[in-house]
């Protein structure tokens, strides 16, 4: 009986085209990737049903120049009026706030707004969007 | 050779694994910037984008506002829809919109913005 035995021959895979790939496909995820931090707000679509409370939310209107009313008085800095949000709510004057923008007032001036008053420490703080008819 | 092979292939992991896959809307928007939120979204696939001028897109894809209700309608009751808007458009338009999202069935949308470190 004859047993064939194969010689194994020694390939050398060639290592220049697995780079090429590799290249290609290194610049297309540089490319297509995106490596922006994004902050979700979370805002309901329609009614909320907030708790019936004893103290009423204080609304605060945002302006289209991005000013901030709050009974009857505008604030041009935020601070000052975080500052006056958050001695009422210690006082149990106010249960929220919520941050009612003007039709006019842009989404920038809006976010602007809720941004720079979670900052100064106002919360719980939520955006009217208007859908709810308490629109003055 | 091999060194060079080698760092490209960890680039290579590391975009695949570090970065999310752009999913560009086929119109230019600047979202809004925050300094001060702290809550931080890994970007959703879907994403409803809406233009400066009022257009919208989902998924990448363009639709009109009467598209919402069929595009969106097996989106699950309890995921937020994650927005992508321009930061120039209007709170009217943006209250419009909302009406027409909450008739197609979502409750619960999270405006997506730019962290900015102040």
Known sequence: ???????????????????????????????????????????????????????????????????????????????????????????????????????????????????????????????????????P | MLPLINIVFLLLIFFMLAGVLAQNPPFELTAPDTAETQKAAQLQRQVLAVAADGRLAFAGEPIERDGLADALADWPDDKPLQIRADGGIKAESLTGLFTALRRAGISEVDLLTRHQDP
């Open chain 1, 1 to 135: 009986m004859h047993i064939e035995t194969f010689e194994r021959r020694k390939h050398t895979i060639s290592l220049t085209p697995l780079i090429d790939v590799v290249f290609i496909l290194l610049v297309f995820f540089m490319l297509a990737t995106s490596f922006t931090d994004w902050r979700p707000i979370t805002l309901a679509t329609g009614t909320t049903e907030a708790p019936a409370s004893e103290t009423p939310p204080a609304v605060v209107r945002v302006d289209a120049e991005g000013g901030l009313n709050y009974e009857g008085r505008r604030y041009d800095s935020p601070r000052e009026l975080a500052r006056r949000l958050n001695r009422a709510r210690d006082n149990d004057e106010i249960s929220a706030v919520i941050v009612q923008p003007d039709a006019q007032a842009t989404l920038d001036v809006t976010v602007g707004a809720l941004d720079a008053l979670s900052g100064a420490g106002v919360a719980p703080m939520s955006l009217a969007t208007g859908s709810n008819g308490s629109r």
